[in-house]
């Protein structure tokens, strides 16, 4: 069996992580705050000091951080994945980067003869315990098909998207989407609000019909009792947004709406609240319409 290396231990990583050791998979671990990788440890997986010894130790590599910086900090960067990395490891880059970044990193450990794969997820951090991601990837189809086990433990849907590149740019599509789809919730839920509607009951109609989604069936009710745990936080969605704004704006694409969102979603920021759920969103809405859902 693979040994596995895995960097990047926050809300993701670590449930991810962790399936890959029930699985059976021996672990080496990395995180740069050193007592995320307490609880891994004490379930059998082995520490290391630095991107580079996480590598020197495995056979495939999984990257699990916050932005394109991160991820050229721990695999390019001093004591990074790339200075450990002999012919024929894999990284697997589950973070979410600009597709740009991640085609420039794959070239560069292509010349030490090392595949990587950007393999962004969805579906958040209950995705993430219970192994139900939907997983995008790009890179050489070979290696995807060689790390399709690992995929699998972590995800129900694992769609293999084309070359280097290909898995960050869908995920790029999906957030614009998501983005949008929490800003409806949102519009939907104060308008009925004001129409004196039952919230709850008005869940239970439109999450039968077209207007469902996982936006709607999972952030609704949590929108309405005003809990903005983070599955998923208003600072990376910002990011997210913002990658997509960048790619389209080098494609010459309009995307109105979404430049809309993240001025939204940058007014929940600007209340010093990035670190809770993008279902936070309800709070810059409940201003602009000058009402609270919950009351």
């Known amino acids: 069996m693979k040994r596995i290396g895995f960097i990047g231990l926050g809300l993701m990583g670590k449930p991810m992580a962790l399936n890959l050791m029930k699985a059976g998979y021996k672990l080496c671990v990395y995180n740069r705050t050193r007592s995320k990788m307490e ?4 379930e059998g997986a082995i520490p290391t000091s630095s991107p580079k010894e996480v590598t020197e130790k495995s056979d495939i590599i999984i990257t699990m951080v916050s932005d394109s910086p991160d991820v050229q900090e721990v695999v390019l960067g001093p004591l990074g994945v790339i200075e450990g990395c002999k012919k024929g490891k894999i990284l697997i880059d589950m973070s979410t980067i600009s597709p740009k970044t991640s085609k420039s990193i794959s070239k560069k450990l292509m010349e030490k003869e090392v595949q990587m794969l950007d393999a962004p997820v969805s579906g958040g951090t209950i995705g993430a315990r219970e192994g139900r991601l939907t997983i995008m990837v790009g890179g050489l189809k070979e290696t995807f098909e060689k790390c399709l086990p690992i995929f699998k433990i972590l995800g129900t849907r694992v769609v293999y998207m084309g070359g280097s590149g290909m898995g960050q740019a869908t995920k790029l599509c999906n957030q614009v989407i998501c983005a949008i789809n929490i800003q409806s919730v949102c519009e939907g839920l ?3 609000k004001k129409l ?3 919230l709850e009951k008005l869940l239970e109609v439109v999450t039968g019909g077209a207007a469902n989604s996982w936006m709607l069936t999972n952030l609704g009710p949590k929108m309405i009792i005003r809990n903005f745990q983070p599955g998923f936080k208003i600072s990376h969605q910002i990011k997210d947004v913002r990658l997509a ?7 010459e694409l309009p995307l109105p709406c ?3 969102v993240q001025q939204f979603l940058r007014s929940v920021e600007a209340e010093n609240m990035g670190d809770k759920g ?5 709070i810059t809405m409940e201003k602009l319409a000058q009402t609270q859902i919950l009351e």
Not at 278 to 282: D, E, R, V, Y
């Open 278 to 282: 993008t279902q936070a969103l309800i």
């Open 196 to 198: 004196n509607l039952n």
């Open 258 to 260: 979404t430049a809309l």
């Open 245 to 251: 704004l960048s790619t389209g704006a080098e494609l």
């Open 39 to 42: 609880d891994l440890v004490a």
């Open 190 to 192: 104060l308008l009925g």
